[in-house]
């Protein structure tokens, strides 16, 4: 695609919505930075009290860090791709490309069902120690696997169109 050539609407919200993933994913990290620092702190000094909660904390954050990660990672064609095949053509390698996408689409629809049923089943509970509702860190599953479907469809669609002859 051309940069002059204008893009879809569909294409305009995933571009977006990959970058507010790729945003909250560095400030995730750098918020998991205070807890943990807190706990590592606390342990070799007395200045700083020891904070159960910071563990939690870091828990649901590194839950968190990991999906925002892997989302990135489907977008990018960087997440689930292992090279296999030498440099193959572009037809031979979008082929490759949609059987591998319906392997990721298969654990998207996974994580997307029983994601949906995780969360519903935490939907009245709190974390021990934060006492921070449990869907907060169980909505994550169902939103990784609708993000990876959007994604994931999207390079479907690309290598469907290099297959038929019709990529930019």
């Known amino acids: 695609m051309t940069i002059s050539e204008p ?7 995933t571009h977006w ?30 200045i700083i009290p020891r904070y159960i909660w910071t563990e ?21 064609g960087a997440h689930f791709t ?3 095949w030498p440099r193959l053509g572009a037809r031979a390698e979008a ?15 996974v ?4 994601g949906i049923e995780f969360t519903q089943f935490a939907m009245n509970r709190i974390s021990e120690l934060a006492e921070l509702p449990l869907w907060y860190i169980h909505i994550a599953w169902p939103v990784t696997g609708a993000t990876w479907i959007a994604f994931q469809g999207e390079r479907m ?11 930019p």
Do not use: H, K
């Open 56 to 76: 939690e904390m870091a828990r649901f954050l590194f839950v968190w860090l990991i999906m925002l990660g892997s989302n990135v990672g489907i977008r990018e």
């Open 157 to 167: 669609y690309d290598s469907l169109m290099v297959l038929m002859g019709r990529a």
């Open 111 to 114: 994580f997307l069902w029983w």
């Open 95 to 109: 082929a490759l490309n949609l059987v591998a996408g319906a392997f990721i689409l298969v654990f998207a629809v």
């Open 82 to 84: 292992v090279d296999l």
């Open 7 to 13: 893009r879809s609407l569909a294409r305009r919200v």
């Open 17 to 46: 919505y990959s970058q507010a993933l790729s945003w909250l994913l560095v400030m995730s990290v750098a918020i998991l930075i205070i807890p943990v620092s807190l706990q590592i702190f606390s342990r070799f000094t007395e």
